[in-house]
Structure formats: C-alpha cells, structure tokens
T-cell receptor, first 112, second 113 residues
Framework: QKEVEQNSGPLSVPEGAIASLNCTYS??????FFWYRQYSGKSPELIMF????GDKEDGRFTAQLNKASQYVSLLIRDSQPSDSATYLC????????????FGAGTRLAVHP | EPEVTQTPSHQVTQMGQEVILRCVPI?????FYWYRQILGQKVEFLVS????????KSEIFDDQFSVERPDGSNFTLKIRSTKLEDSAMYFC???????????FGPGTRLLVL
C-alpha cells in the first residue's frame, strides 16, 4: 500500500514567521511531488510541484525534496493569517496513470 | 484563466437513488480524474480517464460507479444506487498531455440520507 504521511497538526505560527510542513512517502519509485492548499469546504489548490532533489522556490514558498530519505517539505516564509488552511502533500507513485496519492494534510494556523 | 467546473455544487439524495455528478474539464486537457473526500478524511483517488476509456480505478470504484464523456466537454460520474457511505465531497480534476499537474474543480458535496 503506497502511503503519504503528514503530521495532522495544528501547526500554529505567529504572523511573519516561517511555517515548516513535512511529508514522507513510502513508494521509493515516486517521481513527482505536489503541495496543495485546501481551505475548509473547498477544493485543493496547487501551490507548488517538485520533481528533483533539492529546493525549489516560488515567492514565499519553498519546496524541498530528498528522495533518499523519501521526504518532501514546504516552507512558507512571512506567514500571513490568510495562509491558515490545510496543506496537502500529494505524490504520483510509480506505475499507473498519474493518480495522486494524498496525505491527510497538516492544518496550519497563523495567528496575528 | 480556464477552470474546471462542476455541477451541482450540492446534491442531497435518498439511499438507493442514482446520482450523476457533472464536470467540465479545462478545454485542452486530455486526462480526467474523479477523487472523493469524506468529511475529515484524506482525498482519495477514484478513477482516471484517457482517450475515452478508464485508464485506472481504485478499489472504491466498484460496479456501482461509472464514468462517461458523453460529448467533447462534459465528464460525468454516475453512482447507480447510492449508499450512506457515499456521502462525501467529489472532486473532478483534469490535466493536459505532457504535464503532471492536475487542476481541481470546486467539488460537489453529496449527502445520502
């Protein structure tokens, strides 16, 4: 069974701080990794994707991938109250037709 | 910017009834997906569809479920005889060829009574 694990949180950070969200995955053959944000009652919204080991930056967001450790993370710099949401890690595993395997999500709360 | 759309936004039905959930994927996309999310749980893959046929389906997608692309724009999920445990948010997603990023519609909240 291919699994994606995330700490459910809540992760509480003050406004302006860095939020660090982590994810591990079990399928060593996984090639593509995604971070989605989901507000309560809404659909997942893509934040970033990463395919290669290392860091990828997009504005206030940085995704980090370590395939040897089967670990992917998301850093949010200068966190804002509007960043308060559930962050979903998703992986495209080996084989198949690009189905996304989601973690249960980490709830982030940014307080003023 | 093009978006995936879904109708209806909410559907309430009686157990045993048939429901059809509708999606209009982004127009130049080639791969289509249905996912569901039971309240408080993770998003789960149901089925993928490419070139007018199912390319992969999960264990959840049993004989009660079917998908269709009846014309060039709509993509539907039918549940033949709904059960209480089918109550969930159903998301449609699509992606273009050659890319891996899937774009999600706003979802249909299905409540089976």
């Amino acid at each position: 069974q291919k699994e994606v694990e995330q700490n459910s949180g809540p992760l509480s950070v003050p406004e302006g701080a860095i939020a660090s969200l982590n994810c591990t995955y079990s399928d060593r053959g996984s090639q593509s990794f995604f971070w989605y944000r989901q507000y309560s009652g809404k659909s997942p919204e893509l934040i970033m994707f990463i395919y290669s080991n290392g860091d990828k930056e997009d504005g206030r967001f940085t995704a980090q991938l370590n395939k040897a450790s089967q670990y992917v993370s998301l850093l949010i710099r200068d966190s804002q109250p509007s960043d308060s949401a559930t962050y979903l890690c998703a992986v495209i595993g080996s084989g198949g037709y690009n189905k996304l395997i989601f973690g249960a999500g980490t709830r982030l709360a940014v307080h003023p | 910017e093009p978006e995936v759309t879904q109708t209806p936004s909410h559907q309430v039905t009686q157990m045993g009834q048939e429901v059809i959930l509708r999606c209009v994927p982004i127009s130049n996309h080639l791969y289509f997906y249905w996912y569901r999310q039971i309240l408080g749980q993770k998003v789960e893959f149901l089925v993928s569809f490419y070139n007018n046929e199912i390319s992969e389906k999960s264990e959840i997608f049993d004989d009660q479920f079917s998908v269709e692309r009846p014309d060039g724009s709509n993509f539907t999920l039918k549940i033949r005889s709904t059960k209480l445990e089918d109550s969930a948010m159903y998301f449609c997603a699509s992606k273009p060829g050659g890319k891996e990023t899937q774009y999600f519609g706003p979802g249909t909240r299905l409540l089976v009574l």
